[in-house]
Nanobody
Framework: QVQVVESGGGLVQPGGSLRLSCDVS????????MAWYRQAPGKQRELVAF???????NYTNAVKGRFTISRPGGGNTVYLQMTSLRPDDTAVYYC???????????????WGQGTQGTVSS
């Protein structure tokens, strides 16, 4: 079993910051890559930031320079530091982990339950 649990959402004023955390636990060979997605009301879920091991990262254009994804030591915890937040960043934020359950298994996606981030004055 693999569990993905997010935390750290909340309400913040425009220009403020939030830090999201995601812990992956259970029995598996390795978490190959991890990512944050978000889904705003009435919109499709979109990729926000991606990290492979602890150094290869990618961001959607809307958050470049404002959000930072990190994964200390390439372990099973990933963070999303969000700064200069805007009302259009309001969404449910989901953590995604690309897991190899056993060494030779294909990569599988596991998702958390989501955490709400609201930017409003």
């Amino acid at each position: 079993q693999v569990q993905v649990v997010e935390s750290g959402g909340g309400l913040v004023q425009p220009g403020g910051s939030l830090r999201l955390s995601c812990d992956v636990s259970g029995t598996f060979f390795t978490a190959w890559d991890m990512a944050w997605y978000r889904q705003a009301p009435g919109k499709q879920r979109e990729l926000v930031a991606f990290i492979e091991t602890d150094v290869i990262t990618n961001y959607t254009n809307a958050v470049k320079g404002r959000f930072t994804i990190s994964r200390p030591g390439g372990g099973n915890t990933v963070y999303l530091q969000m700064t200069s937040l805007r009302p259009d960043d309001t969404a449910v934020y989901y953590c995604n982990a690309g897991i190899l359950v056993r060494e030779l298994d294909p990569r599988r996606d596991f998702w958390g339950q989501g955490t709400q981030g609201t930017v409003s004055s």
